[in-house]
């Protein structure tokens, strides 16, 4: 018979494991089933793997540089159903003042990722899918600027 710290060890090995398979599967649904709702959005991925990719050959790691709306996609369906509701705990190493609230020095701050992704202020039409926003043009991602997680006030 095992000891209960060695069955509680095996329980938490077996929670981690299904959630590192779990979250990334749970993701790419995610982005499925918004592709799926959204129909034009769907074509014109489908039509961008046709061009890229074509119809004889399966997708390769090569192959996702050049999958510009793809990759716009997942970003989109990351931003609207986040694996995770919130960043790593940080840190604050000074006192800091953020929307006029006092973060004394040593305290721990996490960002909620569902409320970043949905935030009106940030975001036009948040809960919209569209990808179109992560792009710069027709062949680049854009970058998400660094400022972002501080317009949440």
């Given at each position: 018979?095992?000891?209960?710290?060695?069955?509680?060890?095996?329980?938490?090995?077996?929670?981690?494991m299904?959630?590192?398979?779990?979250?990334?599967?749970?993701?790419?649904?995610w982005?499925?089933?918004?592709?799926?709702?959204?129909?034009?959005?769907?074509?014109?991925?489908?039509?961008?793997?046709?061009?890229?990719?074509?119809?004889?050959?399966?997708?390769e790691?090569?192959?996702i540089?050049?999958?510009?709306?793809?990759?716009?996609?997942?970003?989109?369906?990351?931003?609207i159903?986040?694996?995770?509701?919130?960043?790593?705990?940080?840190?604050?190493?000074?006192?800091?003042?953020?929307?006029?609230?006092?973060?004394?020095?040593?305290?721990?701050?996490?960002?909620?990722?569902?409320?970043?992704?949905?935030?009106?202020?940030?975001?036009?039409?948040?809960?919209?899918?569209?990808?179109?926003?992560?792009?710069?043009n027709a062949?680049?991602?854009?970058?998400?600027p660094?400022?972002?997680?501080?317009?949440?006030?």
């Amino acid at each position: 018979m095992q000891s209960k710290d060695t069955c509680d060890l095996i329980l938490w090995l077996q929670e981690i494991m299904i959630a590192t398979v779990d979250n990334p599967s749970n993701a790419v649904e995610w982005a499925l089933a918004e592709m799926v709702n959204n129909p034009n959005v769907m074509k014109k991925a489908v039509d961008e793997l046709d061009v890229v990719v074509g119809k004889e050959r399966l997708v390769e790691e090569s192959d996702i540089q050049n999958l510009t709306y793809l990759k716009a996609c997942i970003r989109e369906a990351f931003r609207i159903h986040p694996y995770h509701p919130f960043n790593p705990p940080h840190v604050a190493i000074s006192d800091t003042i953020i929307a006029g609230y006092l973060i004394p020095k040593d305290s721990h701050v996490m960002l909620s990722r569902i409320g970043l992704g949905r935030n009106p202020r940030v975001w036009v039409n948040p809960l919209e899918f569209r990808p179109e926003r992560h792009l710069n043009n027709a062949t680049s991602v854009a970058a998400l600027p660094c400022h972002l997680a501080l317009q949440l006030q």
